[in-house]
């Protein structure tokens, strides 16, 4: 099994920036793919960025341009860069892994934008 920790979750004003990190362990060699979800109040879980062997990612239309999704080498770790934060991305922030043993969750990190 491959089991998650997600931290970089914080409190930030809008337009500052914040990089959260999910480490991978256990059979990581089973991994192909990570992404990141995230779930605001009252809202369904939604994608915000996906990343899969080769290094092609996706990106929701809502976070294009401000947040980037990237891995080391590994499958050890993958990161979410976001910049130019706004209050719409205030949210529980979930990693999500995709490997041949199944798909597994983090237990989810706390992004607050507020002034």
């Known amino acids: 099994q491959v089991q998650l920790v997600e931290s970089g979750g914080d409190l930030v004003q809008p337009g500052g920036s914040l990089r959260l990190s999910c480490a991978a362990s256990g059979s990581i060699f089973s991994i192909y793919a990570m992404a990141w979800y995230r779930q605001a109040p009252g809202k369904q879980r939604e994608l915000v960025a996906r990343?899969?062997?080769?290094?092609?990612?996706i990106l929701s239309n809502s976070v294009k341009g401000r947040f980037t999704i990237f891995r080391d080498n590994a499958w050890n770790t993958v990161y979410l860069q976001m910049n130019s934060l706004k209050p719409e991305d205030t949210a529980v922030y979930y990693c999500n892994v995709d490997s041949t043993l199944g798909s597994v969750w983090g237990q989810g990190t706390q992004v607050t934008v507020s002034s």
């Open positions: 990343i899969v062997a080769g290094n092609t990612t």
